[in-house]
């Protein structure tokens, strides 16, 4: 069983009525996993809840019901403004505490990690991204461009914005936002790896000003989202109940974001396709065998899983043959639809599905049953 604490239905319920549905899986020896209370309904207008007591919450689910659970996509429990790596780390320190006091009581938990500071699911590739509501309300992007330079239009649009009415760049919901976006690719070069806050400073605006500047200048111009500090989670993923996950869909080079469209809102994550090599290359465990183990071993014997996630004898034959020397991520925020490096063969149940020349189109995956 599942929850979107974040999400309707499931931010609506109470812990009173999680903990009645997860007893009920308990007897068939399920498993829950809650997409923790984290940022709260994203919606115009929301404020963030208290983070520590949404993971709070999903540990006494765990303890009360006797449950397995895994916490998804775990942050630290704490906002820590503005960004100091020493104080992310002590963050991710305490909330680690506070999950290991709860296993000490008997809570079976376990919790994912995303191995990077820009989250994932997709990217909003373009600042006119965050507007594409207004886009289509004008008709498209040219017109919208031309209503923002009427002055009555524009600043009905800034003081939404700046009343944290819409989510995406409000300060309600992340105080941070604007130090957060950041610039990627520009026709003005000194642009470029800045952030809002940054070019706001420069222009003598307010953050929100500058976003309705940069796109009268630029309406192409394209950006990139960070929302965690390293430090944040190499300290989570260092825990031995914390596995890798991508938090993306599969998609191929082409996707289902951004097609047919005149600027895309949407675009697939760059983890879509590097998530696992970048977390080997750049956030690994002391020895290759630990950081593989994050990745298929533990997740696998968590969910208990047998003849999977290990390289045994009477095993399923699941392997990955890496050139370590080749590895690259290709991470790129410009055109992420770009697959990594280094990955030389993919084995499925003993059968080979990706070889040095591609997919071999074999489709050998099977139906992943607990024992």
């Given at each position: ?179 957060k976006i950041f610039i990627t690719k520009s026709e003005s070069e000194c642009y470029i790896g800045k952030s809002i806050n940054d070019i706001a400073i420069e222009k003598n605006m307010e953050p929100v000003e ?88 533990f997740p696998a014997d968590f969910m208990n899983i047998e003849g999977r996630g290990k390289v045994l004898e009477n095993n399923y034959a699941d392997l990955v043959v890496l050139d370590m020397d080749s590895l ?44």
């Open positions: 069983m599942s929850t979107g604490r974040d999400y309707p239905p499931s931010a609506s319920a109470d812990k009173e009525e999680i903990i009645e549905l997860v007893n009920h899986i308990k007897e068939l020896g399920g498993y829950y996993f809650t997409h923790w209370r984290r940022t709260g309904l994203r919606i115009a207008g929301s404020a963030r809840p208290n983070k520590l007591e949404g993971i709070v919450e999903a540990l006494e689910i765990a303890l009360e019901t006797g449950v397995k659970t895994e916490i998804s996509h775990l942050t630290s429990g704490f906002e820590i403004y503005p960004e100091n790596p020493e104080m992310d780390r002590h963050a991710s320190e305490i909330t680690l505490e506070v999950i290991d006091s709860y296993v000490e009581k008997g809570a079976d938990v376990a919790f994912d990690v995303i191995p990077g500071v820009s989250g994932g699911i997709c990217i909003n590739p373009y600042l006119a991204s965050y507007f594409t509501p207004w886009i289509k309300q004008s008709g498209s992007l040219d017109q919208f461009i031309t209503n923002l330079k009427a002055k009555d239009y524009r600043n009905k649009l800034v003081k939404l914005l700046r009343d944290g009415e819409w989510y995406p760049l409000s300060g309600k919901s992340d105080p941070w936002w604007q130090n500058a976003v309705m500047q940069l796109l009268l200048e630029e309406p192409f111009i394209m950006i990139r989202r960070n929302g965690k500090s390293e430090e944040e989670f190499k300290t989570l993923l260092k825990h031995d109940r914390a596995s890798v996950c991508t938090d993306t869909y599969a998609f191929d080079l082409v996707g289902l974001y951004g097609n047919d469209a005149e600027i895309a809102e949407l675009l697939p994550h760059p983890h879509t396709y590097c998530a696992f090599p970048k977390y080997i290359l750049q956030y690994g465990m002391d020895t290759i065998e630990e950081t593989i183990w994050k990745i298929t071993g690259k991520t290709n991470e790129n925020y410009i055109e992420p639809r770009v697959y990594p490096e280094g990955i030389e063969y993919v084995v499925v149940n003993g059968q080979l599905v990706l070889d040095k020349k591609g997919c071999t189109g074999i489709r050998a995956g099977k139906v992943l049953k607990k024992q």
